[in-house]
Each structure stands twice: as structure tokens, then as C-alpha cells.
């Protein structure tokens, strides 16, 4: 079956910008999760949806805000673009209470803040 | 604190030897989930192998085994007759079930393997 599809792939925004990150999960995944990836801190958690609900949040400021339709996809968005948010997002789903529950990722869209 | 500790920056084995990837976590929780994630220079991350809290044996996974160590609070990813396809980064994770399947992910092991 098909993976976790996020688009854009590749984006370059300036600074001020907003921007939209889609995601796809697995079918039949419920849960979807999203992370920033950068070269100096890591995977760092940003939230995760369950069934429309934002049931987790990481420590990132209110410009960074997510949401997930009836049919699972998830969007995340950025706001007022800073330099630093250029990085990889990583989108995630997971079969919750199924098998291992391990987090199936995307490929990840990078994005590049001028 | 940090929940996951991975203190080896980087490593080199060479081809066809065994290595061993160190990861430490940091939870009070019972009831919690170990992966090993493989990320290739293209960006996506790979599921390699999961050791469940309560689970006895170490996982396995063809070439992949998961040396965990409970009371130490250790689960060290052991990669076996190292390939060249095997130079990735590598990251240790941690899901607390509690805390509604979050999860926490170590800083990676940059892993080269050489001919």
C-alpha cells in the first residue's frame, strides 16, 4: 500500500512568508505526527494529531500550527517565516494500538527560509 | 534531561564486521517502546527494529539486533557483517504509551562503512 505522501518536496520561502506543508498518511493510520529536523537539534517533536485532535504538542512557538481533516491528511503551517526555520519536516503516521506502533515516515519537505 | 542519549557522534567500521550503535533512554514509565530508525543521505527515515518494554528476548531483525538491557536503561542497535548500503545516520527512539504514543528521538550516530 502506498506510503506517507507529503508535498511540496522542496520549498524556498523568505523571511515574513507563511507557509503550507501537506501530508498523507498510510491508509488506515489515524495518528499523524510531525518533526523538524535540523543539523544542530535533531528530530525535534512539533505535534500530533489523533482522529482531527491535536493530542500532543512540542515546544515550539504558536507560529508553527497544524490540523487534521476527517479523512486523516494533516497540514501543518508556518508563520512569519524566521531564518531559522529552515529545515526538514519530517511527516509521520502510525497505526496506533496495532503491531509494534511504529512511525511510518515520509520523505519530508525541505524547506529553505531567505 | 534528555529521554534518549546517543554518544557517538559518528563511527567507521569496515565492510563485512559487525558494530555496535550505543543509545541510552530516560523514562519512570512501565510500559514504553525502543526503535531504531535508519535515515540515508535521501532523507527518509527507515524503521529497522522494535523492543517492546516487557518483551524478554532481544528483537531481531535480519542483520539487525537490539542488545537491550533493562536495568541499565541501554538499547544498543548491533549491525551485523556491516555493508556499504549500511552508511546512514541512526536514530534511537523512544514511545511512552502513557503519554499517548509520543515519541523521542536521539541526536543519530553518523555510521560509514568502509570498503
Known amino acids: 500500500k502506498a506510503g506517507v505522501t507529503q508535498t511540496p518536496r522542496y520549498l524556498i520561502k523568505t523571511r515574513g512568508q507563511q507557509v503550507t506543508l501537506s501530508c498523507s498518511p498510510i491508509?488506515?493510520?489515524?495518528?499523524v505526527s510531525w518533526y523538524q529536523q535540523t543539523p544542530g537539534q535533531g528530530l525535534q517533536f512539533l505535534f500530533e494529531y489523533f482522529s482531527e485532535t491535536q493530542r500532543n504538542k512540542g515546544n515550539f512557538p504558536g507560529r508553527f500550527s497544524g490540523r487534521q481533516f476527517s479523512n486523516s491528511r494533516s497540514e501543518m503551517n508556518v508563520s512569519t517565516l524566521e531564518l531559522g526555520d529552515s529545515a526538514l519536516y519530517l511527516c509521520?503516521?502510525?497505526?496506533?494500538?496495532?503491531?509494534?506502533?511504529?512511525?511510518?515516515f515520509g520523505e519530508g519537505s525541505r524547506l529553505t527560509v531567505l | 534531561a534528555q529521554k534518549i542519549t546517543q554518544t557517538q557522534p559518528g563511527m567507521f567500521v569496515q565492510e563485512k564486521e559487525a558494530v555496535t550503535l550505543d543509545c541510552t533512554y530516560d523514562t519512570s514509565d512501565q510500559s514504553y517502546g525502543l526503535f531504531w530508525y535508519k535515515q540515508p543521505s535521501s532523507g527518509e527515515m527507515i524503521f529497522l527494529i522494535y523492543?517492546?518494554?516487557?518483551?524478554?528476548q532481544n528483537a531481531t531483525e535480519g542483520r539487525y539486533s537490539l542488545n537491550f538491557q533493562k536495568a541499565r536503561k541501554s538499547a544498543n542497535l548491533v549491525i551485523s557483517a556491516s555493508q556499504l548500503g549500511d552508511s546512514a545516520m541512526y536514530f534511537c527512539a523512544m514511545r511512552e504509551v502513557r503519554n499517548f504514543n509520543k515519541f523521542y528521538f536521539g541526536s543519530g550516530t553518523k555510521l560509514n562503512v568502509k570498503p
Open positions: 491508509s488506515g493510520h489515524r495518528s
Open positions: 509521520a503516521s502510525s497505526s496506533q494500538g496495532y503491531g509494534t506502533g511504529e512511525l511510518f
Open positions: 523492543q517492546g518494554s516487557y518483551d524478554e
